[in-house]
């Protein structure tokens, strides 16, 4: 089972937007509208941002999106602030009954 | 509001079984809206899916840990727990727990993760 693709690092400065690609095939991403979005700083407890391809929990800023073409995920951020400087990992369900992450992408801001 | 709290050796010796608990309070994990779960992240490392239980239903586990892994759940003390067996350095990682919700699959809750490291 590999990991979704997902670039190491992507990089913006305050105020821009940003999208961090997650790559799968069409046996997980391109199969299902199962994929859900985590941001993690380090130390502290992964969170989603978005879930069911572009679905915002409540609380999360509608700063954050997502989208998906074929078997490619994405997520952007918009007005980028500092605090959404941590890494990124998407997740998809698979036509195994199995979830995969992807292998995340450090945003520094 | 629901909360996870993992619990077990934070050492374990090469070739040995490795053993977590999860206590769940503020919620069933009878409940047949979620499957309760473990997700990994060695040092340095990206996030890892480790595998799901559904109570009385079907188990789903990553298919590179399936022939060395159990997760079973208890309703009587409404905890669930990892067994993962012939452990190696390479499975030193911090070990959440986690609910996934059934209707859309993301993970809503989890634990504070605790780390196990695997050394002689």
């Known amino acids: 089972q590999s990991a979704l693709t997902q670039p190491a690092s992507v990089s913006g400065s305050p105020g821009q937007s940003i999208t961090i690609s997650c790559t799968g095939t069409?046996?997980?991403?391109?199969?299902?509208?199962?994929v859900s979005w985590y941001q993690h700083h380090p130390g502290k407890v992964p969170k989603v941002v978005i879930f069911d391809v572009s679905k915002r929990p409540s609380g999360i800023s509608d700063r954050f999106s997502g989208s998906k073409s074929g078997n490619t995920a994405s997520l952007t951020i918009s007005g980028l602030q500092a605090e959404d400087e941590a890494d990124y990992y998407c997740?998809?369900?698979?036509?195994?009954?199995?979830?995969?992450f992807g292998g995340g992408t450090k945003l520094t801001v | 509001q629901l909360q996870l709290q993992e619990s077990g050796p934070g050492l374990v010796k090469p070739s040995e079984t490795l053993s977590l608990t999860c206590s769940v309070s503020g919620g069933s994990i009878s409940s047949s809206s979620f499957y309760w779960g473990w997700i990994r992240q060695p040092p340095g490392k990206g996030l890892e899916w480790v595998g799901n239980?559904?109570?009385?239903?079907?188990?789903y586990y990553n298919p590179s840990l399936k022939s060395r892994i159990t997760i079973s759940g208890d309703t009587s003390t409404n905890q669930f727990s990892l067994q993962l067996g012939s452990v190696t350095a390479a499975d030193t990682a911090m070990y959440y727990c986690v609910r996934r919700r059934g209707d859309s699959s993301h993970v809503d809750y989890w634990g504070q993760g605790t780390l196990v490291t695997v050394s002689s």
């Open positions: 239980m559904f109570y009385g239903g079907t188990n």
């Open positions: 069409n046996s997980d991403i391109g199969n299902y509208n199962y």
């Open positions: 997740n998809s369900y698979t036509t195994s009954n199995t979830w995969m």
